[in-house]
């Protein structure tokens, strides 16, 4: 039990992405030839349980998959491009902020926060601007 969860944490941790169970799933088997699917995903779900990793779906741009991350980094959103699935991290002072009130006005103490926002990054509104243009052109 110790060594998988020790496998999967260390993973998730250095890989400084946003990694799906299937990819875990692989990773893993390189440094264990031995684990299999059934054990990754339940050793991720205690990991959940237990509070050391967050489930993330980031919008489900790639459908049903949930997305893994360490809970030792620091409060951030994710902003997710809906069309090619990059992921970037805000890492702003504006999210303590709503943290704060929050907490203020509702009186509740937080334990979790996720924000996630999608749209489409610079690249993407390039290829859909020049989509766009040719298609104007063409017709
Ligand atoms: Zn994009
Ligand atoms: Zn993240």
Redesign the pocket.
């Known amino acids: 039990m110790t060594r998988q969860r020790q496998i999967l944490l260390d993973l998730i941790d250095k890989s400084g992405k ?1 990694l799906d169970a299937e990819s875990l799933f692989h990773l893993a088997r390189e440094k264990d030839p031995k684990l299999n699917r059934v054990t990754v995903y339940r050793t991720l779900k205690l990991l959940k349980l237990e509070g050391l990793v967050d489930e993330l779906d980031l919008l489900h741009y790639q459908g049903d998959q949930h997305y893994y ?1 360490t809970r030792m ?1 620091r409060e ?1 959103a ?1 902003v997710v491009c809906l069309c090619c699935g990059k992921i970037e ?1 805000y890492f702003g002072e504006p999210l303590l902020d709503m943290r704060t009130q929050v907490q203020k006005t509702f009186g509740f103490e937080l334990v979790v926060m996720r924000t996630e926002m999608g749209g489409y990054c610079p690249n993407c509104q390039m290829a859909r601007e020049q989509e766009l243009r040719e298609a104007a052109t063409a017709t």
């Open positions: 946003h991350e980094k951030h994710h991290e």
